[in-house]
């Protein structure tokens, strides 16, 4: 008797590599695992607007508001479902091309079929109180001293992990199994270390 995959719900803000690591793994997962992404925007610009942070990621978190609002329009307007192709399409530019052109975008969303005038919200406040609810919703499982992503799956929530490269076939199973064990700990809250490298692709 076949039985439906968990469900695990992942906040990603476009713009952060290390989300897009943990997006990889994730999908790596569901190969190995029975789970299943579902895929929901936060933002970083949002997360950062009223804290004091140095000029240069200021900026940074200024142009991250674009591909965040371009992705919360395209869920708004065609549900869910749309979210995990043009991460992956979007993604796929910013990080392994590096390519955060307009040009760029325009080629993601040609790519998973949505419509050229959804670039008309990167630079709208227009779903700015949708995008704002997704990021909450993902935010206040976890606390506002994180970041992205954040994962929540059968009622425990966490960020990350912080990996670098994403561990594929097995090797993604079994740091999903321990991420999910130490998570699901009562009273457990954090482990770490200092990144000694930085994002690898591949």
Request: aromatic share 8%; net charge negative; with cysteine.
């Amino acid at each position: 008797m076949s039985t439906e995959p968990t469900p695990v719900d992942f906040w990603f803000d476009p713009a952060c590599p290390w989300a897009w690591l943990a997006s990889r793994w994730l999908l790596e997962v569901e190969k190995v695992r029975p789970v299943r992404a579902r895929w929901h925007v936060m933002s970083l610009s949002v997360l950062n607007e009223d804290k004091d942070v140095p000029e240069e990621y200021r900026q940074a978190i200024r142009d991250a508001w674009r591909p965040v609002r371009l992705a919360i329009a395209a869920e708004q307007r065609f549900g869910n479902d749309v979210l995990g192709p043009l991460y992956t399409a979007l993604g796929t530019r910013i990080h392994l091309e590096k390519d955060r052109s307009d040009a760029a975008v325009k080629d993601a969303l040609a790519e998973v079929g949505l419509p050229e005038d959804l670039m008309e919200a990167m630079d709208s406040t227009d779903y700015d109180e949708a995008l704002r609810r997704s990021h909450h919703d993902g935010m206040d499982r976890v606390g506002q001293e994180v970041g992205t992503p954040v994962i929540s799956v059968e009622g425990v929530s966490f960020f990350g992990p912080v990996v670098s490269p994403a561990p594929k076939g097995e090797e993604a199973g079994k740091l999903w199994d321990g991420v999910l064990l130490v998570a699901g700990t009562d009273g457990f809250f954090e482990l770490k270390r200092s990144r000694t490298r930085d994002p690898i692709f591949d």
